[in-house]
Structure formats: C-alpha cells, structure tokens
C-alpha cells in the first residue's frame, strides 16, 4: 500500500483574521476529504518577510506535493504564486480551485528521454489539425 501524500495549509493572519481557527479547520477537512496526510499549517501575517519563500521552504521540508488554502486572498495580488506552483499543487477551499503543478518542457524532457518534447510536438499538430 503507498504512503499518503503529505499536504500543508497556507493562511494569512490579517486575511482570516477571526475566522483563523476556521479556516485552518475547512482547509485540514479539504485535505483529508483529498487523501493527504495533513502535516502541519502556517500561518504568517502581512509582517513577514517573503512570506512565499517561507511556505516555498516549509513545503520543502515537509516533502508536501499539496497546499491547502483557505482562498486565493491569502497570497499577495489574490493569485496562487508561480514559484508555489512549480513545487505543490495549490488547493483553495473557497473557489475550490486546483492550481496542478508543472515543470518546464527542458526538464520533462531530461525526465522523459525526450518523449515530452515529442508529446508537445504532437499536441500542437493536433491543434492545428483542428482548427482547419
């Protein structure tokens, strides 16, 4: 039997402001209704410097493939942040959106023994097949 995931939880202090407890509550059920082993959540306020770095440096300890957010309010401009992306699939409670992870086309390439490029190739044939 496989290991479950590990996930972690992302709340801004000053944006959940009261409702703190709660959110840490529905994103800990989110996860858990997902299948993940919920590891831990962190909670920075608009004080903290770099505050992404930080949750960027928790996920990797952690070794989590998820993040659990109450809203996409909690990241700086109301958007799941590129960097964040690129290591965990982002998952918000409120709008109930998964921001899936990815990786550049050079490095599934390396991964993939150049198949990736060859499926990219492939799509954008497809596309154009389709469009006439």
Same mark, same amino acid.
């Given at each position: 039997?496989?290991? %479950?995931?590990?996930?972690?939880? &992302?709340?801004? %202090?000053?944006?959940? $402001?009261? !409702? +703190?407890?709660? @959110? /840490?509550? %529905?994103? !800990?059920?989110? *996860?858990?209704?997902? $299948? &993940?082993? &919920? *590891?831990?959540?962190? =909670? +920075? $306020?608009?004080?903290?410097?770099?505050?992404? *770095? !930080? +949750?960027? @440096?928790? =996920?990797?300890?952690?070794?989590? /493939?998820?993040?659990? =957010?109450?809203?996409?309010?909690?990241?700086?401009?109301? %958007?799941?942040?590129?960097? +964040?992306?690129?290591?965990? @699939? =982002?998952?918000?409670? #409120?709008? *109930?959106?998964? &921001?899936?992870?990815?990786? #550049?086309? /050079?490095?599934?390439?390396?991964?993939?023994? $150049?198949?990736?490029?060859?499926?990219? #190739?492939?799509?954008?044939?497809? !596309?154009?097949?389709?469009?006439?």
């Amino acid at each position: 039997m496989r290991p %479950r995931p590990t996930a972690v939880g &992302y709340i801004c %202090r000053e944006v959940s $402001g009261i !409702r +703190l407890e709660w @959110d /840490e509550f %529905r994103i !800990r059920s989110l *996860a858990a209704r997902f $299948g &993940y082993d &919920y *590891a831990k959540t962190i =909670v +920075l $306020g608009s004080g903290t410097s770099d505050r992404i *770095a !930080r +949750l960027i @440096d928790s =996920v990797r300890r952690t070794d989590a /493939e998820a993040v659990f =957010v109450p809203s996409e309010t909690h990241f700086l401009g109301s %958007r799941a942040p590129a960097e +964040l992306i690129r290591i965990a @699939d =982002v998952n918000t409670v #409120d709008t *109930a959106n998964t &921001y899936a992870r990815w990786i #550049d086309t /050079e490095e599934a390439n390396a991964a993939t023994c $150049g198949n990736a490029v060859h499926l990219q #190739d492939r799509t954008e044939q497809w !596309r154009e097949v389709q469009s006439g």
